[in-house]
């Protein structure tokens, strides 16, 4: 055995020391790896949503991190936009609830995913990233059989649907249910959930441009702009058991008021008080004075009940809140797998479109799931933004004619100053023959 290789563990420690400096300048002479990823540089308009290039992300403790193939968008994206959700990272930050995809790393500490697993996952914000760190306790195996784009489709629309309608709604066959924003992907969701246990009557709320894609999901489609209880009680003048109401404001009294007695309103969600492209404090107080505030008495005398439901609270901070989604999300698998939970996608958006499909999401423009596929190519960008060819070719025809008008109007103006030259030189002539006669 050589000198070199009874060296002693101090030795070796100080020879690694010395060789450092060597290393990072190797590391500084190599490009940092880089990851696409969609952030939010400030609370309002789509102008605040921004695609970058960001470092990979360490993996901490108890995180497994995903390379994501693809994400869901929804409208509590729309609300983290505007500043109307609770609590928000400090801007910057990345955008998303939602993606699917395989397992990249894991911590050490975690034993229930491995490298290459498929998965969907649910962080507190960053999923709309290429890779992202996400607490083992918010991923979910796909089942061997299921297409990614059939998980990340149905996981969040289903297990909020499962929780509206076994663990608080406890619906049942010979119900009657009013489901608002039956087009939207939850609430396609609720029907399909529904129309499986068989018995349910159904009255969906949608736009009317929605109602030829859905007929078939309900019994009962209602205009979202017109009046709920009028038209509901058009079609069952006792009212309903169930409302589940994912808009708020003045519909909450419209909601309650429909209910027959035993009946459960179930707010779980609040949309109305989204408007226009920015945060408004007005539509917020419209739609705060809207509701009115029912104390426990009227309920008992009413003996009708309020439910309140908000996935993200339960999922990420209240007790025990995880162990329930999974429970659910499992059920909601299997529910898949027999045929039941059916994906909804409305259209499929490449990374750098996500505006595009923010945009659709907050006009509600949307029949079921919408999503990003961050293989797709984007969509090219005009020379002309928003104009084609034609639109081109046109504006350059209007340019040459107004260029001809430009010339005759000269032209004219020309002529204009001429016939005046010449009416001033036959005034002076007049003038001159009338002074030559007086003199005579």
């Known amino acids: 055995m050589t000198d070199t290789d009874t060296k002693t563990a101090a030795e070796a420690k100080t020879e690694v020391v010395e060789e450092a400096p060597k290393d990072?300048?190797?590391?500084?002479?190599?490009?940092?790896?880089?990851?696409?990823?969609?952030?939010?540089?400030?609370?309002?308009?789509?102008?605040?949503?921004?695609i970058v290039r960001r470092p990979h992300p360490a993996l901490a403790d108890g995180e497994v991190l995903v390379r994501v193939?693809?994400?869901?968008?929804?409208?509590?994206?729309?609300?983290?936009?505007?500043?109307?959700?609770?609590?928000?990272?400090?801007?910057?930050?990345?955008?998303?609830?939602?993606?699917?995809?395989?397992?990249?790393?894991?911590?050490?500490?975690?034993?229930?995913?491995?490298?290459?697993?498929?998965?969907?996952?649910?962080?507190?914000?960053?999923?709309?990233?290429?890779?992202?760190?996400?607490?083992?306790?918010?991923v979910y195996a796909v089942p061997e059989a299921m297409p990614l784009q059939e998980a990340i489709a149905v996981t969040v629309s289903y297990t909020v649907a499962y929780m509206l309608i076994h663990d608080l709604g406890n619906i049942s066959s010979g119900h009657t249910v009013l489901v608002h924003s039956a087009g939207g992907s939850v609430g396609q969701a609720i029907c399909s959930l529904l129309r499986n246990m068989g018995g349910i009557t159904i009255i969906g709320v949608a736009s009317k441009t929605k109602?030829?894609?859905?007929?078939?999901?309900?019994?009962?489609?209602?205009?979202?702009?017109?009046?709920?209880?009028?038209?509901?009680?058009?079609?069952?003048?006792?009212?309903?058991?169930?409302?589940?109401d994912c808009?708020?404001?003045?519909?909450?009294?419209?909601?309650?008021?429909?209910?027959?007695?035993?009946?459960?309103?179930?707010?779980f969600g609040p949309s109305s008080i989204v408007t226009g492209e920015t945060k408004s404090i007005l539509?917020?107080?419209?739609?705060?004075?809207?509701?009115?505030?029912?104390?426990?008495?009227?309920?008992?005398?009413?003996?009708?009940?309020?439910?309140?439901?908000?996935?993200?609270?339960?999922?990420?901070?209240?007790?025990?809140?995880?162990?329930?989604?999974?429970?659910?999300?499992?059920?909601?698998?299997?529910?898949?797998?027999?045929?039941?939970?059916?994906?909804?996608?409305?259209?499929?958006?490449?990374?750098?479109?996500v505006t595009e499909a923010m945009m659709k999401m907050h006009e509600r423009r949307n029949v079921g799931k919408l999503l990003l596929d961050l293989s797709m190519e984007p969509k090219a960008v005009p020379t002309t933004p928003g104009k084609g060819k034609k639109e081109e070719k046109k504006d350059e025809g209007k340019k040459e004619e107004k260029k001809e008008e430009t010339k005759k109007e000269k032209k004219d103006e020309g002529k204009k100053e001429d016939d005046e030259t010449k009416g001033e030189k036959e005034t002076d002539l007049v003038k001159s023959d009338e002074v030559k006669a007086e003199g005579k």
């Not at 009962?220 to 003048?237: A, F, N, Q, W, Y």
């Not at 404001?249 to 909601?255: A, D, L, M, P, S």
């Open 69 to 138: 193939q693809l994400c869901g968008v929804s409208f509590q994206d729309v609300m983290v936009r505007q500043g109307f959700t609770e609590a928000p990272p400090k801007i910057p930050f990345i955008l998303g609830f939602e993606c699917a995809g395989v397992v990249e790393a894991v911590a050490d500490d975690v034993n229930n995913f491995k490298v290459g697993d498929r998965v969907v996952a649910l962080p507190d914000h960053r999923a709309w990233a290429e890779l992202v760190p996400v607490p083992a306790k918010y």
């Open 24 to 50: 990072v300048k190797s590391e500084e002479a190599e490009a940092p790896k880089e990851m696409r990823a969609v952030i939010l540089n400030g609370f309002g308009g789509l102008k605040c949503v921004k």
């Open 283 to 353: 539509s917020v107080i419209k739609s705060w004075r809207q509701v009115d505030k029912v104390s426990p008495l009227r309920l008992y005398e009413d003996n009708r009940a309020i439910f309140g439901f908000n996935l993200r609270r339960l999922l990420y901070q209240q007790a025990g809140g995880h162990e329930r989604v999974r429970c659910v999300v499992e059920e909601v698998y299997k529910l898949w797998q027999s045929g039941v939970a059916k994906a909804c996608i409305d259209s499929t958006f490449a990374l750098e479109d």
């Open 211 to 244: 109602h030829e894609d859905i007929k078939d999901s309900v019994t009962h489609l209602i205009d979202r702009g017109s009046d709920t209880p009028t038209e509901v009680r058009k079609v069952c003048p006792d009212g309903v058991d169930i409302v589940l």
């Open 247 to 267: 808009q708020g404001g003045e519909e909450c009294n419209k909601g309650y008021s429909l209910l027959k007695p035993l009946g459960r309103y179930i707010l």
